[in-house]
């Protein structure tokens, strides 16, 4: 397993990723909240490999069939209440080892993508597949290209890692500088943690009065830059 794939897994959080991105100032998109785990007990993480479905099953296939172990499915899809996945692609990809599937779009079969070894990320379900629309309906979809998902632009040269709380989609370029703030931030925020526990004040351990009597001098007072200058991290 990747090395940050497992980091992912056993230590952080999509909240601590996206925290992360930001402080070491690279890309990362976060698709729109109407995506959501079908288990919020799974997590995700790995390499995309996008489909433009276009209501056609078939291009799902190609890219499960295509994908090497580890992958994530990233399904463009959002035009028609369809359910372009269901249980017996999902049997595969857990029999292929894939890392799961992001669908923006909707999913069927739910009590099999409940089942461990699928997560899924997805806008919500349908019992409707796409071999039951009308001709009219369907296209011929897309694999390895660039698609939009939740109003986000995702390629191949991105990895995507989800969560309870959503999904982040990073380039792979910058995996070692967000990973290596993830770990900074984590230290910080369990020693945070510990000190709560102790009974300290979160407004005294992040010098809350210093900082309101800043911005009640200057309203552009920056947070972010406080909590830098003190060490802190939220």
């Known amino acids: 397993m990747h090395k940050f794939i497992a980091q992912f897994h056993e230590i952080y959080g999509t909240a601590t990723l996206v925290d992360a ?8 998109r976060v698709p729109s909240a109407s995506l959501n785990p079908v288990n919020p007990q799974h997590k995700l993480a790995g390499q995309v490999l996008t489909v433009k479905a276009n209501n056609d099953l078939i291009a799902v296939l190609e890219a ?9 499915i990233v399904i463009n899809n959002a035009e028609t209440e369809v359910g372009i996945l269901g249980d ?8 292929k080892k894939l890392g799961g599937f992001v669908v923006d779009g909707f999913v069927r079969d739910v009590p099999t993508l409940l089942n461990p070894g699928v997560p899924v990320i997805s806008r919500g379900s349908t ?13 011929i979809g897309e694999i390895q290209v660039a698609i939009d998902i939740g109003g986000v632009t995702v390629t191949t040269d991105d990895w995507v890692f989800g969560d ?5 989609f990073l380039r792979h370029d910058d995996l070692d500088a967000v990973f290596e703030q993830a770990r900074m931030s984590k230290a910080r925020e369990d020693d945070l943690f510990e000190l709560l526990a102790s009974g300290q004040s979160l407004g005294d351990l992040l010098q809350l009065e210093a900082f ?3 911005r009640r001098q200057d309203p552009d007072a920056n947070f972010n830059e406080h909590l830098k200058q003190i060490g802190r991290a939220i």
Do not use: M
């Not at 309870?164 to 982040?168: K, L, M, R, S, V």
């Open 64 to 72: 499960v069939h295509t994908a090497d172990e580890g992958h994530v």
């Open 127 to 139: 019992p409707l597949g796409p071999l039951k629309l009308d001709a009219s309906q369907k296209g």
């Open 212 to 214: 309101l009597e800043r």
């Open 164 to 168: 309870a709380d959503g999904a982040i």
């Open 88 to 95: 017996i692609i999902a049997t595969e990809a857990r029999r």
């Open 21 to 28: 991105a930001f402080r070491a100032g690279v890309d990362f």
